[in-house]
C-alpha cells in the first residue's frame, strides 16, 4: 500500500455494495474500529433475485454477528425438515449437523439485506444508498478510492486504504481493476421462481428429474417461493411467455403441481438465465473482492449468501490484520482468497454437476439408498443439504473431482 494513498484517504476501507457481502463486511471492519464508506446504488428496503434460502453457515454467522434474533423477530419462518426427491428416490426428516438439528431459513431480501446494512451503520460504517460506482481511483498502480454518481446525481469521488467491491457477479470493481477469471464453467442452467399464497409446506422440499428441478420453502408473509431449475434452452423456448412456461413445467412434477391448484401466486413469476460460475482472482493493489463479485455458482447449491457471510467474516479479518500491520496487506488478502477457493470447491462442483440436470449422481444415490431406512442417517444426510456438514460426506466413496471446478 502505497504512502500517498494512505494518508490523503479519506476512509481505511470503501465497501461497493450493501447486500449478503457487503454489508456484513463493512459491519465487522466498522466493529473493529476502521472508518468504512459503505455505498449502494439501490435504497433500502430492496428485493433482489433470489430464493433466499440461507443454509446453516450463514444462519450460524447470523447468530455470531447479534442478528439471528431480530430476523426471527421479523416473523421468518424456521425450516426444520428437508424432503428431497432424486428421480423417485426420496428421503424426507429433520437435518442435523454435528451439533443437532439444523434449523435454517428463507428469510425475504427485502428484510434480510434491509436488516444487514442497518446492522453496519449501526456499527459506525458511513452507508450512502443511491449512491453508484462507476469506476476507481489509481495512484502508482494501487487503488486508492473511487469515483461515481452521488444520490443528488453529482460526480464524487472518495479516497480509502482498500476498496472492496462486494458489488455482485456483473462487478464494476471487477471490471474496473480487470480482475482475472481462472475459472469460469459459463452458465450451466437457468431458474424461474415465483411467490405462492395458501401453499403449506413442510420445511424445504425438492425434487430433481433429468432436465429440471424444483424447490420451495416458505418465507416472510405467509409466502412460499416455488423454483424450478431448468435448461437454458428451455427457457428460451417459452419466448417471454414467462408465466405460461412455468405453468407448463410445474406440471412436470405433477404432486406439486396438484397442490398449486388449491394456491394463489402472488406476484411476477422471475427469471435469471445468465448465472455464470466462475472465480475470479480477488485481490490486488488496494482492492479485494467478496460474494458473488469474486466467486459465483448458480442458485441449485443455495450457497451464495452463506459464501458471501463466510467471505465477509474473511475478508474483514484479513483486512484488519493487513491495516493493523500484522501481516502486510498483499499476504493477508492472498491468505482470505487461497481460504475461500478451498472452502467452497466441493460446493462449486457440486453445484455445476447438479446445474447440468442430469440424472441421479451414482454415488449420491447409492448413499440416499443406503441411509433411508436409518433416521439418523437420513438426517446427517439431509444435513449436508442444509450445510450444517461437509459435503464430501455425501461423497465419502467418491470426492468431488477437482476437475469438475474447470
Ligand atoms: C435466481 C437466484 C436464486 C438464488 N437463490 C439463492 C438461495 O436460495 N440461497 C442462497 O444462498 N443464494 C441464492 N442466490 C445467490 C445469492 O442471491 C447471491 O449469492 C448473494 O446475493 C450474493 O450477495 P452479494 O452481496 O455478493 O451480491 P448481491 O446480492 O448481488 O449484491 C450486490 C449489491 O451491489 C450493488 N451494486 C452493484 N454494482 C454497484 C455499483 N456500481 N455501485 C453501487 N452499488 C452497486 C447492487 O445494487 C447490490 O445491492 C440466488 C441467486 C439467484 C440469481
Request: hydrophobic share 45%; charged share 20%; net charge neutral.
Amino acid at each position: 500500500m502505497n504512502t500517498m494513498a494512505r494518508n490523503s484517504a479519506d476512509y481505511d476501507v470503501i465497501v461497493v455494495g450493501a447486500r449478503c457481502a457487503g454489508a456484513p463486511t463493512a459491519m465487522l471492519l466498522a466493529r473493529q474500529g476502521h472508518s468504512v464508506l459503505l455505498l449502494e446504488r439501490n435504497r433500502f428496503p430492496s428485493d433482489t433475485l433470489s430464493t433466499h434460502w440461507v443454509l446453516r453457515p450463514g444462519v450460524e454467522r447470523l447468530a455470531r454477528w447479534g442478528l439471528l434474533d431480530t430476523l426471527t423477530a421479523t416473523g421468518c419462518p424456521a425450516l426444520e425438515r428437508i424432503s428431497l426427491d432424486f428421480d423417485g428416490l426420496a428421503l424426507s426428516g429433520q437435518p442435523t449437523g454435528a451439533d443437532g438439528p439444523a434449523i435454517t431459513y428463507a428469510p425475504r431480501r427485502t428484510v434480510l439485506d434491509g436488516l444487514l446494512a442497518e446492522a453496519a451503520t449501526a456499527a459506525g460504517a458511513e452507508l450512502r444508498e443511491g449512491t453508484a460506482v462507476r469506476g476507481v481511483l489509481w495512484e502508482d498502480g494501487a487503488v486508492c478510492g473511487v469515483v461515481g454518481q452521488a444520490a443528488d446525481g453529482r460526480e464524487f469521488t472518495a479516497r480509502a486504504r482498500l476498496v472492496i467491491g462486494a458489488d455482485g457477479r456483473n462487478s464494476t470493481i471487477a471490471r474496473a481493476v480487470g480482475a482475472a477469471v481462472p475459472v469460469d464453467r459459463g452458465p450451466l442452467a437457468a431458474t424461474a421462481y415465483a411467490y405462492w399464497e395458501d401453499l403449506p409446506v413442510s420445511g424445504v422440499e425438492a425434487s430433481f428429474q433429468v432436465g429440471a428441478g424444483l424447490s420451495m420453502w416458505p418465507t416472510h408473509g405467509g409466502r412460499t417461493v416455488v423454483s424450478l431449475t431448468l435448461r437454458r434452452e428451455r427457457l428460451r423456448a417459452w419466448g417471454g411467455q414467462h408465466a405460461r412456461g412455468y405453468r407448463e413445467q410445474l406440471e412436470a412434477f405433477p404432486a406439486v403441481a396438484e397442490r398449486l391448484r388449491s394456491a394463489r401466486p402472488a406476484g411476477p413469476v422471475r427469471t435469471a438465465a445468465n448465472l455464470r460460475n466462475f472465480y475470479r482472482q480477488s485481490h490486488g493493489p488496494g482492492w479485494a473482492l467478496a460474494g458473488d463479485a469474486g466467486h459465483h455458482k448458480d442458485p441449485i447449491a443455495a450457497r451464495g449468501i452463506s459464501d458471501a457471510f463466510t467471505d465477509a467474516e474473511n475478508l474483514s479479518g484479513a483486512v484488519h490484520d493487513g491495516l493493523r500491520g500484522a501481516l502486510p496487506l498483499d499476504r493477508s488478502l492472498a491468505r482470505y482468497q487461497a481460504r475461500r477457493d478451498t472452502g467452497t470447491a466441493a460446493a462449486f462442483a457440486f453445484a455445476c454437476r447438479q446445474s447440468e440436470l442430469r440424472s441421479v449422481d451414482q454415488d449420491l444415490a447409492s448413499r440416499l439408498r443406503a441411509a433411508s431406512d436409518d433416521p439418523a442417517a437420513v438426517g446427517a444426510l439431509l444435513g449436508v443439504f442444509a450445510g450444517a456438514r461437509r459435503l464430501e460426506e455425501l461423497f465419502a466413496g467418491a470426492p468431488l473431482r477437482s476437475a469438475d471446478t474447470r
